[in-house]
C-alpha cells in the first residue's frame, strides 16, 4: 500500500499565498521532490477565478472591494468559485502516469479523484454522485465542484465542499440572482446548490470532518495517508510566487 503525505495547511486570511502554495506543491511534485500529496485547506471570504477567466465575468468586483472579498486567479481551469470559512477544499497531486489514473482520459480522471470526497461523505450518511465534468451532488443539489491543472507529467486536482457557507454571500459576490424554486436556493442558472449541514441537518467540527474525509480517500485510493509538512523548497517557491505572481493585478485582472 503505498503512502501519501497529508497537508493540512492554510493560510486563510490570505488566498493569494493559499494559491501559491497549491503551485508550489504541484512544482515539487514535477520535481519528484515530494511525494503524491493530498491537502486540506481553506480561505476566508476570496472569489477565487479560473485560468482563462474573464474577471468581469460572473463576479461583482465592486461588493468583493466593497467587502473585503479577495479575488484571485487560480492556475487551474474552470469558473469562479465563491470561499469563506465554511467551505473546505481539498488538494489532490499526482503523477500523469500514477498507476491510479493511468490511462484514463480527463473526464475519467476527474471521476475518480472524486471518488474519495464521495466515499468520506458517505461514512457521514451523505449519498454524493459525481456528475460530468467535474461536479458531487447530493440528489439535485450541487454541493461539491473541482477544477484540475495538468503540465510536465503532473496533475492537481482540487475542489471545494460547501459545509456551512454564507450562501447569500456567495450569490452576492459571484454576481448571480438567487431564485426559489420549490422552496430550494439556486442560482440565475437553476443550479441548486447544498451545503453538509443541511444534508446533515447539524454541525460538522472542521478537524473531525478533514479525518472523516482523509480516511474517505485512504479507502477509495488504497493509500496510506501520513501527516507531513510543507517542505523548505516548497515554503521558498510559494514565496516567490506570491511575490512574482499571486500579488500582482497583472496576473489576477488580465482577463
Same mark, same amino acid.
Given at each position: 500500500?503505498?503512502?501519501?503525505?497529508?497537508l493540512?495547511?492554510?493560510?486563510?486570511?490570505? /488566498?493569494?499565498?493559499?494559491m501559491?502554495?497549491?503551485?508550489a506543491?504541484?512544482?515539487?511534485?514535477?520535481?519528484?521532490? +515530494?511525494?503524491?500529496?493530498?491537502r486540506?485547506?481553506? %480561505?476566508?471570504? /476570496? +472569489?477565487?477565478?479560473?485560468?482563462?477567466?474573464?474577471?468581469?465575468?460572473?463576479? %461583482?468586483?465592486?461588493?468583493?472591494?466593497?467587502?473585503?472579498?479577495?479575488v484571485?486567479?487560480?492556475? &487551474?481551469?474552470?469558473?469562479?468559485?465563491?470561499?469563506d470559512?465554511? %467551505?473546505l477544499?481539498?488538494?489532490?497531486?499526482?503523477?500523469v502516469?500514477?498507476?491510479?489514473i493511468?490511462?484514463l482520459?480527463?473526464?475519467?480522471s476527474y471521476?475518480?479523484?472524486?471518488?474519495?470526497?464521495?466515499?468520506g461523505?458517505?461514512?457521514?450518511?451523505?449519498?454524493?454522485?459525481?456528475r460530468?465534468?467535474?461536479?458531487?451532488?447530493?440528489?439535485?443539489?450541487?454541493?461539491?465542484?473541482?477544477?484540475?491543472?495538468?503540465?510536465?507529467?503532473?496533475?492537481?486536482?482540487?475542489?471545494?465542499?460547501?459545509?456551512?457557507?454564507?450562501?447569500?454571500?456567495?450569490?452576492?459576490?459571484?454576481?448571480?440572482?438567487?431564485?426559489?424554486?420549490?422552496?430550494?436556493?439556486?442560482?440565475?442558472?437553476k443550479?441548486p446548490?447544498?451545503?453538509?449541514?443541511?444534508?446533515l441537518?447539524?454541525?460538522?467540527e472542521?478537524?473531525?470532518?478533514?479525518?472523516?474525509?482523509?480516511r474517505?480517500?485512504?479507502?477509495?485510493? &488504497?493509500?496510506?495517508?501520513?501527516?507531513?509538512?510543507?517542505?523548505?523548497?516548497?515554503?521558498?517557491t510559494?514565496?516567490?510566487?506570491?511575490?512574482?505572481k499571486? &500579488?500582482r493585478?497583472?496576473?489576477n485582472?488580465?482577463?
Amino acid at each position: 500500500m503505498q503512502q501519501w503525505r497529508l497537508l493540512d495547511t492554510e493560510t486563510s486570511v490570505d /488566498a493569494l499565498m493559499n494559491m501559491a502554495i497549491e503551485e508550489a506543491i504541484f512544482l515539487a511534485r514535477v520535481e519528484k521532490a +515530494v511525494p503524491p500529496t493530498i491537502r486540506f485547506w481553506r %480561505n476566508d471570504r /476570496a +472569489v477565487l477565478i479560473g485560468y482563462s477567466q474573464n474577471v468581469n465575468a460572473g463576479v %461583482n468586483l465592486k461588493f468583493c472591494e466593497r467587502g473585503g472579498i479577495q479575488v484571485v486567479r487560480r492556475f &487551474s481551469g474552470g469558473g469562479a468559485v465563491y470561499h469563506d470559512l465554511g %467551505n473546505l477544499n481539498y488538494t489532490i497531486v499526482l503523477d500523469v502516469d500514477h498507476q491510479l489514473i493511468r490511462g484514463l482520459d480527463i473526464a475519467e480522471s476527474y471521476k475518480f479523484l472524486c471518488s474519495g470526497m464521495i466515499e468520506g461523505l458517505r461514512t457521514l450518511g451523505v449519498q454524493a454522485s459525481f456528475r460530468p465534468s467535474s461536479d458531487l451532488f447530493v440528489g439535485e443539489r450541487k454541493i461539491s465542484g473541482s477544477a484540475q491543472s495538468r503540465k510536465r507529467g503532473v496533475v492537481l486536482h482540487h475542489g471545494t465542499l460547501l459545509v456551512n457557507s454564507d450562501l447569500d454571500l456567495l450569490m452576492e459576490a459571484l454576481d448571480v440572482r438567487p431564485e426559489k424554486v420549490s422552496g430550494k436556493r439556486v442560482c440565475s442558472v437553476k443550479k441548486p446548490v447544498t451545503r453538509l449541514r443541511d444534508e446533515l441537518g447539524w454541525e460538522v467540527e472542521m478537524t473531525s470532518l478533514k479525518v472523516i474525509l482523509a480516511r474517505g480517500f485512504e479507502r477509495a485510493f &488504497s493509500i496510506r495517508l501520513a501527516q507531513g509538512t510543507i517542505t523548505s523548497l516548497e515554503q521558498e517557491t510559494a514565496q516567490n510566487l506570491y511575490r512574482d505572481k499571486y &500579488s500582482r493585478r497583472e496576473w489576477n485582472f488580465w482577463r
